[in-house]
C-alpha cells in the first residue's frame, strides 16, 4: 500500500558529498518514522539514521557530524544528506517507512525502497 522510491546514489571521491531522497506514495496512509539503512556485500543491513514524525533524529555513531536526515511531510519525502563520505560508507542505501492504514493508530506496517548504491573512492 504504501510505495518508496529512492534516488540520489552514485559515485563520488572520498570527501564528497551526495543527497540521498526518498519519497513514498500510495492512496489510505499516515507515515509515522522514517529511516535510511545500508548494506554492504557480504555484511548485515544496519540502521544508518532515523526520523520521527515530529522531527526527532537519531544517527549510527559512525555517521553522526557528517550526515543529516530531514524530511518534507507535505512531500511524503524523507532524505540524507552525506558530506565528508568515506570509502567505508559505500554500501546500498535503503529507504524504510513505518506506516499505518490512515484509520488506525497503529504503525504496524513496514515498506522498504529499492536501494540506490551509494560508491566511494578513496
Not at 510505495?3 to 571521491?13: A, D, K, M, N, T
Not at 565528508?84 to 513505518?98: G, H, I, M, Q, W
Request: with cysteine; proline share 2%.
Amino acid at each position: 500500500q504504501v510505495h518508496l522510491v529512492e534516488s540520489g546514489g552514485g559515485y563520488v571521491q572520498a570527501g564528497g558529498s551526495l543527497k540521498l531522497s526518498c519519497t513514498a506514495s500510495g492512496s489510505g496512509f499516515n507515515i509515522n518514522a522514517m529511516a535510511w539503512y545500508r548494506q554492504a556485500p557480504g555484511k548485515q543491513r544496519e540502521l544508518v539514521a532515523s526520523i520521527s514524525s515530529g522531527g526527532t533524529t537519531d544517527y549510527a555513531d559512525s555517521v553522526k557530524g557528517r550526515f543529516t536526515i530531514s524530511r518534507d511531510n507535505t512531500k511524503n519525502t524523507v532524505y540524507l544528506q552525506m558530506n565528508s563520505l568515506k570509502p567505508e560508507d559505500t554500501a546500498v542505501f535503503y529507504c524504510n517507512a513505518r506506516w499505518a492504514l490512515y484509520y488506525s493508530a497503529d504503525y504496524v506496517h513496514a515498506s522498504w525502497g529499492q536501494g540506490t548504491q551509494v560508491t566511494v573512492s578513496s
